[in-house]
């Protein structure tokens, strides 16, 4: 893609991934009770609200407060600019990349303001599953996280297997 298209789609992706996670939080915030479940299509999609102060599904909530809101707040903002600058760089990407690099900055961005305005901690309220077979609780911009990061691996993956041809040098 050239820059000027991946630019369009990054702030598109970026926008609507931000607005549509703070939308959910937000409901989640008015609408569910801590420590109270509700089951959809039968048990495989429950609501279970929850304040995160780790990173996804917990991790490394136990870690003192200034340990880890330097990681996860300082540290995040370091990994979105760098997932932004390399999108758009120089180097061509191809539309997963983009969309990849997309995904990954607004779940990003999205957790980000969480944080900063919940006092360090995400609002989740997702978990999918039959029976015992459970995920942990996570948001819509974890799920953006984690898709991002997959096209973007796989995209590498399959530049790995078929490379572009060398571009030609221009007369």
């Keep these: 893609m ?7 789609l990054l702030l ?6 931000v607005g549509c996670d703070q939308a959910t939080k937000s409901a989640a915030r008015a609408h569910l009770l801590p420590g109270a ?6 048990g495989l999609l429950r609501l279970e609200y ?17 340990v880890r809101e330097c990681l996860l707040e300082l540290g995040g903002l370091g990994l ?12 061509r990407r191809t539309l997963a ?3 990849g690099a997309g995904l990954l900055c607004g779940g990003g961005i999205s957790n980000l303001i969480d944080r900063l305005a919940h006092g360090g901690a995400v609002t989740d309220f997702l978990n999918l599953g039959i ?4 995920t942990g609780i996570f948001n819509l911009a974890d799920s953006a996280l984690l898709v991002g990061l997959a ?10 297997r078929d490379p572009p041809p060398p571009r030609r040098a221009s007369p």
């Design 2 to 8: 050239v820059r000027a298209s991946r630019w369009i």
């Design 151 to 160: 096209l973007i691996a796989a995209a590498g993956i399959a530049e790995a």
């Design 12 to 17: 598109a992706i970026l926008l609507g991934r």
């Design 131 to 134: 029976g015992p077979l459970r």
């Design 37 to 42: 479940t509700v089951s959809l299509a039968g």
């Design 80 to 91: 979105i600019a760098a997932t932004a600058v390399w999108a758009l760089g120089p180097r």
């Design 50 to 66: 929850t304040e995160n102060s780790g990173a996804f599904l917990g991790l490394g909530e136990s870690l003192p407060r200034g």
């Design 97 to 99: 990349q983009t969309l």
